[in-house]
């Protein structure tokens, strides 16, 4: 755009001769202001930090020049009053009471159980596991029955233990945990 041209730049009572610049610095100084100045703010309140992922230091790259041109226009359409760092604050106390009522990633949606919990699935019940005790008059010391989360699931297994509370025998590992957690605590079929 520029040919190689030297120009001089406006003199100024402090200096007796005028300075003598090429004519695309002195254009880029006359017309600069945006690119620079939004580089400027987005420095004040970097956001840049030690990565291995690239796209991490792009993303905060990107909202930190966003949040310096959104104030460079807050201030060009007159709603200003603010500081830099003020804007800045506002922002992040926006974003973080938002969070706050913003819903949970991963957490369940659906309809809330209607009606009292099951006695299995309080945890203040104490729920403990123990030996099942033999009937008396049986020549069987140990007897085994058939564990009830199995049974559910269409398996056949039998155990030794049983939740005293419940009085519903449980293998003590997964089942018993499985019964006394879960709604729905049938063992996922097996592939």
Not at 84 to 107: M, Q, R, W, Y
Request: with cysteine; aromatic share 8%.
């Amino acid at each position: 755009m520029h040919r190689a041209e030297i120009g001089c730049t406006a003199q100024r009572r402090s200096r007796l001769t005028p300075v003598v610049k090429p004519i695309a610095v002195l254009e880029y100084t006359r017309y600069m202001g945006g690119v620079d100045r939004s580089d400027q703010m987005s420095q004040y309140f970097s956001v840049l930090r030690k990565t291995k992922k690239w796209w991490k230091k792009l993303t905060l790259q990107l909202l930190a020049i966003l949040g310096a041109n959104t104030f460079i226009l807050w201030q060009k359409f007159g709603r200003g009053g603010f500081s830099h760092h003020d804007f800045v604050l506002s922002i992040v106390k926006s974003l973080i009471e938002s969070a706050n009522t913003a819903p949970v990633p991963g957490a369940k949606r659906g309809r809330k159980a209607v009606g009292p919990v099951p006695v299995r699935l309080n945890p203040s019940a104490g729920h403990f596991p123990c030996s099942i005790k033999p009937q008396p008059g049986a020549s069987n010391m140990k007897p085994l029955r058939r564990c009830t989360v199995h049974k559910e699931s269409g398996e056949r297994k039998e155990t030794r233990y049983m939740c005293e509370v419940c009085m519903e025998p449980l293998c003590i590992e997964p089942c018993f945990k499985r019964f006394h957690t879960l709604q729905d605590y049938r063992l996922p079929a097996e592939e």
